[in-house]
DNA sequence: AACTGTGAAGAGTTTCACAGCG
DNA sequence: CGCTGTGAAACTCTTCACAGTT
């Protein structure tokens, strides 16, 4: 909508955590960098894409601030998720409250294996994969978290985009390849922990 | 050590699960970009970190280059790893076989909660969290992984570094606030899902 | 001929430093 | 005075373009 930077987009939901963290009503650029373990003056360039909502000699009111946040990010509206793949790191996302909070509602669990379908997680049913393209469209789904296995994910992918579904949240060990207007994010666990393993060889530190 | 730039550094990993995907003894700069979704010419700069291991006129071979991207990442060497605090994300991940490939073993799971002490995920007893700094040194634990809940996180993480631990890895929606040498990656899961929801909005690219 | 390795240009990001407002 | 908002400087990262090697 109005282009915000990417690496500013990237730490918007950092400082709505921060926020959450502030009991008082009105908050610094340099306390909330302190929070979020930033640079000052990136917090206020930051905050400044949004537009001026700080007041000078003062801060920024808190609640306005988590308000304008979640407008910018689009968190005022609810989002209707999929979660494919209900093994263990499918059932525990399923189960994890955060991903409910803050205007995510999981709204389909999905999964091949006949032995899963029709068991609960999370006071939910997992359904049969068949299910997917229908529920997509039934239930307004619009991000697909894909917890597969890495076999079984780039096809999962495709029939998340033909479906018509534009963000996926990519948690399978492999490189999703997606038509243009697609948005992948990929979370891999493993690469992570090589990471860690890279900063504790070199003793400097990470980004 | 040498002092791979931090970007190169988040992408060697993937290059890494390319190369596993690659059944040619040799691969082009353009072939391992077209697998990883980047730039051809950002595969041969991240590669030329690590040295000269290229062919000109041929490319990289696929067994070399995976070794020389292991050593430059420290993953020749075994780490162990403790995860702490064993609910739903952490039983995950106990259990998930990608965290035990390249090298890395995890050698305790630690919790709180009494009702969780001595049950068994992933084949291994969870342990009282008062175990925890005895089993870093005896089992010379380098890596954390913090899976508890945000509000234990804190003082779990000054329980690690206190211990000696060096580098943790954050699943817990929390900011972590560590000494200097201690390097902390956030893997924040609802943080992913509020990225995805700004580039639902914009129609435009992410990073 | 095919492909690497790399200087140099370009884009994006961070940080500084301070003018300007409350 | 304290703190925001922002030009400008500094730095990092990406991409181009091509010389150089096999």
């Not at 000052?40 to 700080?54: I, P, Q, T």
């Not at 999370?122 to 229908?134: I, M, N, Q, T, Y």
């Not at 992918?157 to 992948?184: C, Q």
């Amino acid at each position: 909508m109005k282009g915000i930077p990417p690496a500013t987009v990237n730490r918007l939901p950092l400082y709505l955590r921060c926020l959450a963290e502030c009991d008082t009503q009105t908050v610094s650029s340099e306390r909330l960098a302190d929070l979020a373990k930033v640079n000052s003056a990136k917090v206020r360039k930051d905050l400044s894409f949004l537009g001026s909502y700080g007041t000078r000699g003062v801060g920024y009111d808190v609640a306005h601030l988590t308000y304008q946040i979640e407008r910018a990010m689009g968190l005022t509206k609810d989002w209707a998720v999929a979660i494919v793949g209900i093994g263990n790191l499918g059932s525990a996302l399923a189960a994890y409250g955060g991903f409910s909070e803050k205007g995510f509602a999981v709204l389909g669990l999905f999964d091949s294996d006949p032995a899963k379908i029709g068991t609960s997680v999370g006071g939910r049913k997992v359904e049969a994969l068949s299910k997917l393209e229908d529920a997509v469209k039934k239930r307004g789904l619009s991000i697909g978290v894909v917890t597969t296995p890495a076999s079984a994910a780039q096809e999962v992918a495709d029939r998340l985009t033909a479906a018509g579904i534009t963000s996926i949240l990519n948690f399978a060990p492999t490189v999703l390849h997606v038509p243009d207007g697609v948005s992948v994010r990929r979370v891999d666990l493993s690469t992570e922990l090589q990471i860690c393993s890279y900063y504790l060889n070199s003793v400097s530190a990470p980004t």
